[in-house]
């Protein structure tokens, strides 16, 4: 069997690693019915001039009249354009992700391991005794972009990428992933300087998740960190507009009092992000140069930053966001 190279494994950390679908399925059974649609994109807004009420347009034509709107729709938010934000830089790398399921087992610990060897990086993470989720990171190339439309082709550009530098079992994880899980996705992100200065809600429209802090992978927090976003602006809205209005006011003030107290809302959920999202995405993003430096003395001077701003590399893991 060949040697995997450097094999980094995170066994004293606690890892947990979902299906995005079953994510979602544990979100969506605790609302109401009718709660969500599905199949919605979002291709514009715009303010009713009378009521200042957000209209969200909708690909098919639709238009919903809403009184708050929480842009969660990822690295090309249509929210986030709105609200003036800078569309997400790209970096020069992108990542294969993909699962593989072993009907009798997989017989890996249950530990999440990073191998290098050569030019290339492996990781995998078990979700539960069968099922194991990996991924791939490489340079971008051209070709990744006709590549990322075809699973088959991402499926077999991955093991071509790989063959050479790890064993075969390695290999045949690869080969007999599930195709429906394939992706290949160039990375992208927010800088640390834009969190710090962005506008990130403009009356009672904000953004959530990736479309307000879209970062690469390399501290692992992306999708943990859009979560956080949700209890915090859970917990602030709750706070703001929880409790049902005493007094019977006409209609219209109710909503002007209801718009202000979305704003406050708003204003703490960022003033209470800004800082957490700001160490993640400089972490980040400091060791993605740090991963893209040839040279040793700039290598060693992101080093020393990420050191000294960062001395304990898991201390983000053990953030806690508080209560719903
Ligand atoms: C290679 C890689 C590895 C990663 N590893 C990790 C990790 O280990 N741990 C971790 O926590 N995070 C990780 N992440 C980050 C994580 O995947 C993202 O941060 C997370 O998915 C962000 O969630 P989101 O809901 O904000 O955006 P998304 O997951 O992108 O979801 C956006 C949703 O909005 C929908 N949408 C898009 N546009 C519109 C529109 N116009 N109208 C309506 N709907 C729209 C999309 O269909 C999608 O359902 C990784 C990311 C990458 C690329």
């Not at 009420?53 to 709107?69: N, Y």
């Not at 991924?135 to 990744?144: G, I, M, S």
């Not at 390695?170 to 007999?176: L, S, V």
Request: some cysteine.
């Amino acid at each position: 069997m060949k040697s995997p190279g450097e094999v980094i494994s995170f066994m004293n950390e606690e890892f947990r690693c979902l299906k995005r679908s079953d994510l979602i399925s544990a979100l969506t059974n605790n609302l109401p019915l009718d709660t969500i649609r599905f199949g919605c994109q979002t291709v514009a807004l715009n303010l009713d001039p009378q009521t200042s009420h957000s209209i969200v347009h909708l690909h098919d034509g639709t238009m919903i009249k809403a009184e708050v709107v929480i842009g969660c729709d990822g690295v090309n938010s249509v929210l986030a354009d709105w609200l003036g934000l800078k569309t997400a830089r790209q970096l020069p790398l992108c990542a294969v992700r993909g699962f593989t399921n072993y009907p009798n087992g997989h017989g890996f610990s249950n530990e999440f391991v990073r191998m290098r060897r050569n030019h290339s990086a492996l990781g995998i993470t078990p979700v539960d005794d069968k099922l194991v989720h990996w991924y791939v990171p490489r340079l971008w190339t051209p070709q990744d972009l006709r590549i990322s439309k075809e699973a088959k082709l991402i499926r077999d550009s991955t093991v071509e990428s790989i063959r050479e530098d790890y064993p075969a079992d390695m290999i045949e994880m690869i080969r007999n992933c599930d195709l429906e899980s394939l992706s290949l996705q160039r990375l992208r992100y927010r800088p640390p300087w834009e969190i710090l200065l962005g506008n990130f809600s403009k009356g009672t429209v904000t953004v959530a998740g990736d479309a307000m802090h879209v970062m690469g992978p390399f501290v692992g927090q992306g999708g943990s960190s859009a979560l956080e976003d949700a209890v915090v602006l859970a917990r602030c809205l709750g706070r703001e507009i929880g409790g049902s209005s005493s007094s019977k006011r006409e209609e219209e003030v109710e909503v002007i009092i209801q718009a202000k107290r979305v704003r406050k809302a708003f204003d703490q959920y960022i003033k209470e992000r800004t800082m957490r999202i700001l160490r993640l995405s400089t972490e980040s993003y400091l060791t993605g140069l740090l991963m893209q430096s040839s040279f040793s003395v700039m290598k060693f001077m992101i080093l020393m930053l990420l050191l000294i701003l960062f001395p304990n590399f898991f201390s983000h893991t053990r953030y806690d966001c508080g209560l719903l």
